[in-house]
């Protein structure tokens, strides 16, 4: 038995950068290598040496090592780590700080400041209005919705006290 051909399909290409998105890429490329991972990598190099050198020096038999130099070395490890956190915790009253500064500059200038509409302050105004419909609805239909179930568990309780009532008149004593 043979198959039929396969008709004729209209494959579209994938996708291939153009020369100016490839030198974009290569470019970001080249700049992570340089200032991001560069630097990661030398500072974890350099502690995992210091720390390496300062297990070494404390636990090689034979070698007699001042309390001095470990405290060091200890003390450089530790640095190392603090100091990127630092920068990192900085980074929140930073912005705060730009927030403020953008804010007051746009006043001085005669806009709008970011309080007095905007897309996204109109965006939770709505979201604000939404959650208070909301609110609203589930206030009112809630005390009907538990009435519902009073009413549902009470007409059960019934049959049920009406069940035993009738199996208590037909048992013999």
Do not use: C
Not at 36 to 52: G, K, R
Not at 85 to 111: D, E, F, V, Y
Not at 155 to 166: G, M, R, V
Request: charged share 15%.
């Amino acid at each position: 038995m043979t198959q039929p051909p396969f008709p004729p399909t209209n494959y579209r290409e994938p996708f291939s950068p153009s020369a100016e998105q490839k030198q974009r890429a290569e470019a970001l490329k080249r700049f992570n290598r340089l200032y991001v991972l560069t630097p990661v990598i030398v500072a974890t190099t350099a502690a995992v040496l210091i720390i390496t050198l300062m297990l070494v020096a404390t636990l090689a038999p034979g070698i007699s090592v001042n309390t001095e130099f470990i405290s060091a070395l200890a003390d450089i490890t530790i640095m190392m780590i603090l100091f990127p956190m630092i920068l990192l915790m900085l980074t929140g009253p930073l912005l705060l700080m730009a927030i403020i500064n953008t804010s007051r500059k746009r006043r001085k200038l005669g806009k709008p400041a970011f309080d007095q509409g905007g897309g996204f302050q109109v965006l939770l105004w709505k979201l604000d209005l939404l959650i208070q419909k909301s609110q609203r609805k589930t206030n009112e239909v809630a005390p009907q919705m538990a009435n519902q179930v009073i009413r549902f568990n009470e007409t059960l309780a019934f049959i049920e006290a009406f069940i035993k009532q009738l199996a208590h008149y037909f048992r013999r004593s």
